[in-house]
Nanobody, 114 residues
Framework: QVQLVESGGGLVQPGGSLRLSCAASGSIISINNMGWYRQAPGKRRELVATITRGGSRNYADSVKGRFTISRDNAKNTVYLQMNSLKPEDTAVYYC????????WGQGTQVTVSA
């Protein structure tokens, strides 16, 4: 079993930046892909970005060029650097890990508002 704990959410003005972190513990040796999803009120959960153990990245079109996912395998941590934030980026952001099982974090709120 893998446990995921997110941090770094908050309130930011449009155009601002935030960095999310997700620390994994437990059966971490089984983890291959890690990533971030988000869910806005009244909407379905959607993929934001993923990264494999080897560093291959995938981004949603809506965040390409603004968000960067990275991973520190030694620290079992995945990061999401979010720049040029827009009000439509407001959502609960969830960390996600795929290994022998699929694991989700508890979510962290990101609010982009003036």
């Amino acid at each position: 079993q893998v446990q995921l704990v997110e941090s770094g959410g908050g309130l930011v003005q449009p155009g601002g930046s935030l960095r999310l972190s997700c620390a994994a513990s437990g059966s971490i040796i089984s983890i291959n892909n890690m990533g971030w999803y988000r869910q806005a009120p009244g909407k379905r959960r959607e993929l934001v970005a993923t990264i494999t153990r080897g560093g291959s990245r995938n981004y949603a079109d809506s965040v390409k060029g603004r968000f960067t996912i990275s991973r520190d395998n030694a620290k079992n941590t995945v990061y999401l650097q979010m720049n040029s934030l827009k009000p439509e980026d407001t959502a609960v952001y969830y960390c996600h890990a795929v290994g022998s099982n699929v694991s989700w974090g508890q979510g962290t709120q990101v609010t982009v508002s003036a």
